[in-house]
């Protein structure tokens, strides 16, 4: 029997209905829509747990880990890309890095974003490199620390590549440098960056970093970008300072003598010379010119230093008396240790 036209149109209708009613279906189920790539079902699968995940809840990295789970079930590559970058947030979260919780979460959404947009054939911006904190907070010389540890987020970039082995490659986005008045020197030969996260600098005085004997000294953490993301300064080593000298020996009695003078009737003057060189160590530090037992007119007091070297201790004493006078003339001469001079500071190769 011939169908009629509207028997056919209805049935057309109905085959029409139920066609989009199975697309509706899939569309709001996990049921693999045959018309969507691997790659458009694996990005829609990490755009829906973009929305449904609370990345402000504890929660957040199961939330993560599922989505890996369900990943699995579409592309398991794609699959470990998302692991990789929960990877990174454990790493980052732990007790070894001093991340704020809220940036790791952010990161994170920022991370599957990246991830989504490359597989739906959209461009994407690699991340700058993020500062968090360093360990120690600064180089002090006298105490230097093995490491110097920069914690932070993104200091390596990894990327699919089916030419490197394991299938991705690595590039590190961050460098260290010593800064200093004069120039900079990079550290390359002294820096390590075992994990996105985490670039440390050798500082032990048993490594050969180029650290010494410069002038406001900096290490620096730099993006490649030339971006500075921190800079730590660098306390010198405090140099041995030499010992002081001893100090100077005590005063001492150089020369003494008891001079008698006098009894002439006509009476008369007279220079006499006392002293000499001073011992050895010592240079002159005064005198003592003293009259005792004087009969009549006489006397003696000191004229001059004979000589103008300070480690002579020879005096010149003038005498006098008149018709019959006398007297005995009492000189004293001291001497004192010389100071000492100061003794060289200690090498100090590496301040």
């Given amino acids: 029997m011939k169908k009629s036209t509207k028997q056919v149109d209805l049935q057309i209708t109905i085959c029409l209905l139920i066609l989009l009613f199975g697309i509706i279906l899939v569309a709001g189920c996990d049921i693999p829509n045959p018309f969507m790539t691997t790659a458009e079902r694996a990005a829609q699968t ?59 979460h952010e990161r994170t959404r920022q991370d599957l974003q990246r991830l989504s947009d490359s597989l739906r054939g959209r461009p994407t911006t690699p ?13 002090d010389m006298n105490n230097r620390p093995n490491f110097v540890e920069f914690y932070g987020y993104d200091f390596k970039l990894r990327q699919r590549d089916s030419n490197s082995p394991g299938g991705y490659n690595e590039t590190n986005r961050v460098k260290a440098f010593l800064k200093f008045d004069g120039g900079e020197t990079p550290l390359d030969s002294w820096t390590d960056i075992p994990t996105h996260y985490l670039l440390t600098v050798k500082t032990s005085q048993s490594d050969t970093i180029p650290i010494c004997n410069k002038d406001n000294r900096h290490i ?3 993006a490649n970008d ?3 993301l921190s800079s730590i300064g660098v306390v010198k080593f405090t140099c041995p300072k030499a010992a002081p000298p001893p100090a100077p020996k ?67 004493v003038r005498f006098w008396e008149d018709l019959w006078g006398g007297l005995n003339c009492n000189i004293k001469i001291f001497e004192a240790g010389d100071v000492q001079p100061p003794n060289p500071d200690p090498p100090c190769p590496c301040w």
Avoid: M
């Fill in 226 to 228: 030339g971006t500075e």
């Fill in 46 to 104: 990490i755009d829906n747990a973009l929305v449904t995940a609370d990345f402000n809840s504890d929660q957040w990295r199961a939330e993560v880990d599922k989505l890996a789970t369900q990943l699995d079930q579409i592309e398991p590559k794609i699959a470990q890309d998302v692991r990789d970058i929960l990877a990174k947030t454990i790493a980052t979260a732990g007790t070894e890095i001093r991340c704020n919780i809220d940036f790791v």
């Fill in 127 to 139: 991340p700058q490199p993020s500062f968090c904190q360093v360990v120690p907070t600064g180089v």
């Fill in 250 to 316: 005590p005063e001492r009695t150089f020369y003494t003598i008891i001079e008698p003078f006098g009894a002439d009737p006509w009476g008369h003057t007279d220079n006499r010379q006392y002293g000499g060189a001073c011992s050895a160590g010592y240079h002159r530090s005064r005198y003592l010119v003293t009259e005792e037992g004087i009969s009549g007119n006489a006397g003696c007091y000191f004229n001059k230093w004979v000589d103008s070297d300070e480690h002579s201790c020879k005096i010149d």
């Fill in 220 to 222: 620096v953490l730099r």
